[in-house]
């Protein structure tokens, strides 16, 4: 494992990739591809985090890719850890013998860090007592008695928050060319947990987004590519720091968009005073739902 001095060096050149939905024989082919180019990295250390927590379903046909990655980056003295919390995709590993090959991680910081999502389980023997205290109905682990024919509750299970809306504005269509063409307001810094909204928010007649280009002053280590929407995706970042600060959105055969990104703890006075500053007016355009 890194030590704690090169960490941030180190997570810069981890390659992370995302995928959502179901994966088989045929929907896999993104995922094996961007796991390919990842293992087609430079020489050197190679760590890999694969995402499948927004994975619905898996099949074995993952496999095979996933394995000749595990090998590779092990001969490279790095790893492959993979997030999911699909009983899907554990059963898929504990049913081939691979679940101590690819253990669960809860997120990609976790799966960086080497925190699987065991490590929060009590040790066995407590886990032990407090199934028996469940099953016997004695001891402080002890099932509350509830009576036959009730064992569910009669409370309605609330429904799970709605994701948080995205802060996009676009301006008007302009058939003269504009340096600012939107902004996005996202609440954090963290690209891979805000892109992928992003992504799904945008208009189609921007087309297919396949590179990303942020100021690296103020993100969290951005990957060399990740997947979303079943898409691979390149992710760049400049040195420095540039005012005001954008992304940039590439998509071939209808070129680049830029977006003012107004930083995460801005108050709205502020983030109207900052789109004003680039020639962005409310009132013109639309916020995207």
Request: hydrophobic share 40%.
């Amino acid at each position: 494992m890194p030590t704690l001095n090169d960490t941030s060096a180190l997570f810069e050149e981890c390659r992370i990739v995302r995928t959502y939905g179901e994966l088989d024989t045929q929907s896999a082919a993104p995922l094996v591809r961007a796991l390919t180019e990842a293992r087609a990295a430079p020489p050197g250390r190679l760590f890999l985090i694969v995402d499948l927590s927004e994975v619905t379903f898996s099949d074995s046909s993952v496999l095979s890719a996933l394995c000749e990655a595990w090998s590779d980056c092990r001969a490279r003295r790095g790893w492959v850890r993979i997030v999911y919390d699909s009983h899907t995709t554990d059963l898929l590993f504990r049913h081939t013998g691979l679940l101590g090959r690819f253990p669960a991680y809860a997120n990609a910081q976790d799966a960086w860090e080497g925190r699987t999502a065991d490590a929060a389980l009590p040790p066995p023997r407590e886990r032990i007592a407090r199934r028996r205290g469940a099953l016997s109905g004695q001891g402080p682990h002890a099932a509350p008695n509830h009576p036959t024919g009730h064992l569910m509750s009669d409370q309605l299970r609330r429904p799970p928050p709605a994701p948080p809306l995205l802060r996009l504005y676009l301006a008007p269509e302009n058939t003269v060319p504009r340096c600012i063409d939107g902004a996005w307001w996202p609440r954090t810094f963290d690209l891979l947990a805000e892109l992928p909204s992003l992504l799904y928010g945008l208009p189609r007649a921007w087309g297919q987004i396949v590179s990303v280009l942020v100021n690296g002053a103020g993100w969290a280590g951005a990957p060399g590519r990740m997947l979303v929407c079943n898409q691979v995706v390149r992710l760049r970042r400049t040195a420095t720091a540039r005012t005001p600060s954008t992304i940039v959105l590439m998509a071939p055969a209808h070129g680049r968009r830029d977006l003012l990104v107004v930083p995460p703890e801005t108050t709205e006075q502020a983030a109207d005073s900052l789109m004003s500053a680039v020639g962005l007016t409310p009132e013109q355009g639309h916020f995207a739902s």
